[in-house]
């Protein structure tokens, strides 16, 4: 007997902080002291098979309680969903969501409203490969084409991308997928790490860390700049020497500057050959961006991170303006947008490295940097995913870094669940964790 349709019966949120900022892991020039923190959804069904969806999406602390309110507006339009229709077209829930007339005031498409929605979205793709029984880049890349076109909202997109064109972007990067998953599942995806480079850490932690990424198999490492120009150049300078000629370093301005200081700024760091200036300036600054990037040749551009929406991304690649596209997985409306953002960059023929780090991050873009490569753009030359050695410990399938590459996951979903324990002891203010400290409102343990 078949069972009656099952539902969606409950999105539970979760405000996740971890007191990151007591160790400066994270620190950069414009984020002091971030306590990494999440702001986690689960979804749970009345599916007789018990499975469910997690999401979340990243914030460094203070306003972690604004994001997870934000998520608890969207329970009106996920309880009571059939479970079945909704894994099936999951971009179905993320039009809806974004068309919610009146919460789309908040944005349009950005900022905290637009974040939740990624959360929840997200939460839904955990479940669709889980009830598939696959890893997420599994799943998209053994997706037919046209169910993946259908996927994306490609309002405001067409001038640059229009579904017949994704289509044939989609059907040509299915070509040699089976020779190309053989390699993923050997080899794994590769990786550069930033855990070496964050601003608060001192010239010998930088050195040892440098050193010790190259022993680990790292071909680029990271270092945050920003802050003072002399610092910097003693930092290159240790982190160059450290790493020898032929490891890349790239430079992280965290949106420090404005776009003349930028170039200055840049060129002034040009003698230690650093391969990308990632956020140069702000975020939304399209042209800047474009400006910098002629004047900083052959230093590379790269930003993303920021990029509030698909829309963002198709004016930085109209504009000239990236080297290098750097998706977010938390940071837009979850998957569905993603994979518009993938194919504009392959449109544009522009690599992506996926930012990552933060709470999860590692764990959710792996699966969409490793569908890009089966399915879209073929290749991972010039193509890194970020990796910080930070709080992987609280996820019940974390990354798995091998000779500095990413290992392929196998477990099915989206690599997003958390760990019981963790949510037990880190949720603010109420966790076991935070309890414990004298003012938890003030983020430091005692
Ligand atoms: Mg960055």
């Known amino acids: 007997m078949s069972q009656a349709t099952a539902r969606i019966t409950a999105l539970d949120t979760h405000d996740i902080r971890f007191p990151t900022s007591r160790e400066l892991d994270g620190s950069d020039a414009m984020n002091p002291d971030p306590d ?59 039009r809806d969501l974004v068309a919610d007339s009146q919460l789309r005031w908040l944005g349009p498409e950005k900022g905290v409203m637009h974040m939740a929605i990624g959360a929840v979205v997200n939460a839904v793709w955990d479940l669709a490969a889980r009830r598939a ?32 064109e994704a289509l044939g972007l989609l059907r040509r990067g299915r070509e040699g ?40 198999g790292f071909r680029q490492i990271k270092l945050k700049v920003g802050a003072d120009l002399a610092d910097d150049v003693r930092r290159c300078r ?21 776009v003349d200081e930028a170039i200055r700024w840049t060129r002034a760091l040009a003698e230690f050959g650093p391969y990308w200036i990632e956020e140069p300036t702000s975020p939304d600054d399209v042209l800047g961006h474009a400006r910098i990037r002629h004047a900083v040749g052959p230093v590379k551009v790269a930003a993303g991170e ?27 409306g979850g998957v569905n947008e993603n994979l518009a953002i993938l194919l504009l960059a392959a449109r544009f023929g ?17 699966h969409l940097a490793m569908f ?5 753009s073929g290749s991972t030359e010039d193509r890194v995913i970020e990796y910080v050695d930070h709080l992987h410990e609280h996820f019940l399938t974390p990354v798995v870094i091998r000779d500095g590459h990413y290992s392929a996951p196998t477990a099915p979903g989206f690599s997003a669940a958390m760990r019981p324990e963790s949510v037990a002891r880190y949720t603010f203010p109420g966790g076991t964790y935070w309890a414990a400290c004298p003012d938890p409102r003030k983020g430091r343990a005692a």
Request: glycine share 10%; charged share 25%; hydrophobic share 45%.
């Open 36 to 94: 990494y923190s999440a702001a986690y959804a689960v979804l749970r069904s009345d599916a007789a098979d018990g499975l469910e969806g997690h999401g979340f999406t990243f914030t460094i602390g203070r306003g972690n309680d604004v994001q997870v309110a934000a998520i608890e507006a969207l329970r009106g339009h996920v309880l009571g969903r059939d479970v079945e229709e909704l894994c099936a077209d999951p971009g179905s829930l993320s």
């Open 133 to 164: 029984g696959k890893p997420l880049w599994q799943l998209l890349a053994d997706a037919e084409p046209e169910w993946l076109v259908g996927q994306i909202d490609f309002r405001y997109l067409t001038d640059a991308l229009t579904p017949e």
């Open 177 to 216: 997928a089976g020779d190309r998953r053989a390699r993923l599942l050997e080899r794994g995806f590769p990786a550069y790490t930033t855990s070496p480079g964050w601003l608060g850490y001192d010239d010998d932690k930088l050195r040892r860390l440098a050193a010790q990424a190259v022993t680990d």
């Open 238 to 258: 240790a982190a160059r020497a450290a790493v020898g000629p032929d490891v890349r370093l790239a430079i992280d301005a965290n949106q420090r500057w404005n």
């Open 306 to 332: 920021h990029l509030h929406n698909r829309v963002m991304f198709k004016q930085m690649l109209q504009a000239g303006a990236l080297d290098i596209v750097q998706i977010d997985a938390a940071r837009v």
């Open 350 to 366: 522009v690599p992506v490295c996926p930012h990552a780090g933060g709470v999860g991050l590692c764990e959710l873009v792996q």
């Open 372 to 376: 890009d490569y089966l399915a879209v």
